[in-house]
């Protein structure tokens, strides 16, 4: 499979604790975003690296989240202190940007997150 | 800055029949793509139109581009009951998604 792998697929966790989301983008994709998605709307910009740098991040991104693509491959979200706010489907997705010029980008098939 | 905005917010038709759904944007673009989402899973690239172009085809799938009216319009023609999903736009610009056009295709 060589598309965007996102980990793990389903995550309960109860109100205070930590989790960490890991996505493997497709290979040779230089850019990687994260979103967050709520039942009925549209999925929400969290972040975005382009190789290791992490270029934009969201005023919706508290600082009780934080990403990571420490190599310019796979990438974490930590969500501390996890709040019932905080349930979501988090997406990962990647892309190919050469020149500056936007390509298509493939997304991961989420990562529920359940906060009790 | 939110750029893909779609409309309707939702749509309801009978198999057979073709849908249209329209998404407006802010700013100028390099290119506007759309993309389908089933319940529960990730988003799936349809098309890609560049801002040099006006019409692109994709089997049942037309879509069409206005940048005077900083507008693009999904068509899917001949729905089959499997093309229920929600459907969603992005400029290549910033990558940010409205809230979607929920279609429901009835058999």
Known sequence: ?116 | SQQGEEDPQALSIQEGENATMNCSYKTSINNLQWYRQNSGRGLVHLILIRSNEREKHSGRLRVTLDTSKKSSSLLITASRAADTASYFCATSNDMRFGAGTRLTVKP
Not at chain 1, 68 to 86: A, H, M, N, V, W
């Open chain 1, 1 to 116: 499979d060589t598309g965007v792998s996102q980990n793990p697929r389903h995550k309960i966790t109860k109100r205070g604790q930590n989790v960490t989301f890991r996505c493997d983008p497709i290979s040779e994709h230089n850019r990687l975003y994260w979103y967050r998605q709520t039942l009925g709307q549209g999925p929400e910009f969290l972040t975005y690296f382009q190789n290791e740098a992490q270029l934009e991040k969201s005023r919706l991104l508290s600082d009780r989240f934080s990403a990571e693509r420490p190599k310019g491959s796979f990438s974490t979200l930590e969500i501390q202190r996890t709040e019932q706010g905080d349930s979501a489907m988090y997406l990962c997705a990647s892309s190919l940007v050469l020149g500056g010029t936007g390509n298509t980008i493939y997304f991961g098939e989420g990562s529920w997150l359940t906060v009790v």
